[in-house]
């Protein structure tokens, strides 16, 4: 019953995962992905390391291939990553407040490190202090879809594997 339990666990999480890296194919408004909600979710909820970091990008990689690569991809890819280390350190225990807690956590070092990549690798800014903060203002409109799609994507991922999980797993009868 235990590997079953596993195994329910693992392909529920993988088919919502990859739900939500099909769902970045789909027409959004900029910003608006479901990424970094994908990659907390995944830290949170795989547990074995590999598969938590492998899904997510791969997942990634796909959905690039289709939209198309750009020369900070490995900040991103790196920031992502991060966002998988979120989930698997600040998820020990699943709370939807520690959920919240992660995915803004996760925004946050999200928004910073690519933003300072493109400050430092981008002719827009002057390469002083004020064209790092120039370049974090100027991003500020990216920030808040970001945070209210990983919110709106991590927290329903979340949502759906605890009520298919408790339907498919603790079931009376389940074979």
Same mark, same amino acid.
């Given at each position: !019953?235990? !590997?079953?339990?596993?195994?329910? *666990?693992?392909?529920?999480?993988? /088919?919502?995962?990859?739900?939500? @890296?099909?769902?970045?194919?789909?027409? =959004?408004?900029?910003?608006?992905?479901?990424?970094?909600?994908?990659?907390?979710?995944?830290?949170?909820?795989?547990?074995?390391?590999?598969?938590?970091?492998?899904?997510?990008? %791969? /997942? !990634?990689?796909?959905?690039?291939?289709?939209?198309?690569? =750009?020369?900070?991809?490995?900040?991103?890819?790196?920031?992502? /990553? &991060?966002?998988?280390? %979120?989930?698997?350190?600040?998820?020990? *225990?699943?709370?939807?407040?520690? @959920?919240?807690?992660? &995915?803004?956590?996760?925004?946050?070092?999200?928004?910073?490190?690519?933003?300072?990549?493109?400050?430092?690798?981008?002719?827009?800014?002057?390469?002083?202090?004020?064209?790092?903060?120039?370049?974090?203002? !100027?991003?500020?409109?990216?920030?808040?879809?970001?945070?209210?799609?990983?919110?709106?994507?991590?927290?329903? @991922?979340?949502?759906?594997?605890?009520?298919?999980?408790? =339907?498919?797993?603790?079931?009376?009868?389940?074979?």
């Amino acid at each position: !019953m235990k !590997m079953q339990i596993n195994n329910t *666990k693992f392909y529920s999480a993988v /088919a919502i995962i990859l739900i939500l @890296a099909f769902s970045r194919l789909i027409p =959004h408004p900029p910003n608006f992905t479901p990424i970094l909600g994908l990659a907390v979710f995944a830290g949170a909820t795989l547990d074995k390391r590999i598969f938590a970091f492998t899904i997510p990008l %791969i /997942a !990634m990689l796909v959905s690039d291939i289709f939209i198309g690569f =750009h020369e900070s991809i490995l900040t991103v890819y790196f920031a992502i /990553a &991060l966002n998988v280390l %979120i989930g698997i350190y600040l998820m020990k *225990k699943f709370t939807y407040l520690r @959920a919240i807690g992660s &995915l803004i956590s996760g925004v946050i070092i999200f928004y910073i490190i690519t933003n300072f990549a493109v400050w430092l690798g981008s002719s827009l800014y002057s390469k002083d202090f004020a064209g790092l903060i120039s370049c974090y203002i !100027m991003a500020l409109p990216f920030l808040q879809n970001t945070l209210i799609s990983s919110l709106f994507y991590g927290l329903g @991922a979340f949502f759906i594997f605890n009520l298919v999980n408790k =339907h498919l797993i603790f079931r009376p009868n389940n074979y």
